[in-house]
């Protein structure tokens, strides 16, 4: 990380200090935002809303994860809600012992499926509106999420979740970026044009 704190993580940073991930040998400093609230019922579910003035580069939250196994995800994760709450993961499958002994024992990195604790997974996505960045730190298994800009009161914080083709769900923000287009972007109807050839 590229902000992480020296010294004790046992007296830990103050919240929403700038300031991730401690580099201390075994220990990691949780932090959490002071100003976030989760509101109930907004149009893309529960969501996470800044109660405060927040500036840019704040450290919102570290979320500690766990790690699934590929073929666990794969045949009971993926068929269950709980897989619209997960992040996409490397995987690297435990290497045997007999080949650990080998000079230089190679291991095909996979991917997988992490769940996300702590409120890492109550931020919802927005396309054009994000304003939360997130980090995986595949060593220590945690995900680190900071604010990209200035963040005003009653604003939701929302990150990306990738891909848009391929969300799982409606985008509710789809009305507002339809009225925020620019009238002048070409974008959509040359993705048409290659369609056609
Ligand atoms: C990681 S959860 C986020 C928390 C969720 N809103 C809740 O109430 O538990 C991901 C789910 O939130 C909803 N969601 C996230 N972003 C959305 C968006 N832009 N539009 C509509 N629904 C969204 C979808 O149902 C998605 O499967």
């Not at 980090?135 to 990306?160: H, N, W």
């Not at 009305?175 to 044009?193: G, H, N, S, V």
Request: aromatic residues 8%; contains cysteine.
């Amino acid at each position: 990380m590229s902000n992480s704190t020296k010294g004790s993580s046992r007296n830990p940073p103050k919240t929403g200090q700038a300031v991730a991930a401690s580099d201390e040998a075994g220990e990691i400093s949780l932090t959490r935002g002071e100003n976030l609230v989760l509101v109930l019922d907004t149009p893309k579910g529960r969501g996470v809303f800044a109660s405060k003035d927040i500036p840019a580069k704040t450290v919102l939250e570290v979320s500690p994860v766990l790690v699934l196994d590929p073929v666990e995800n794969s045949e009971h994760i993926c068929k269950t809600d709980l897989y619209n709450y997960t992040y996409n993961w490397p995987y690297m499958p435990p290497i045997p012992a007999k080949v650990q002994q080998e000079a230089s024992p190679k291991s095909k990195i996979t991917t997988t499926q992490a769940v996300i604790f702590g409120l890492g997974s109550m931020f919802n996505h927005s396309t054009m509106f994000q304003n939360v960045g997130w980090e995986r730190d595949v060593t220590k298994l945690v995900i680190t999420y900071t604010s990209l800009r200035d963040i005003k009161a009653g604003e939701e914080l929302c990150i990306s979740y990738g891909d848009v083709g391929r969300l799982t769900f409606k985008d509710a923000d789809h009305a507002r970026m339809e009225a925020e287009k620019d009238p002048d972007d070409w974008t959509d109807m040359l993705d048409i044009i290659d369609y056609i050839d």
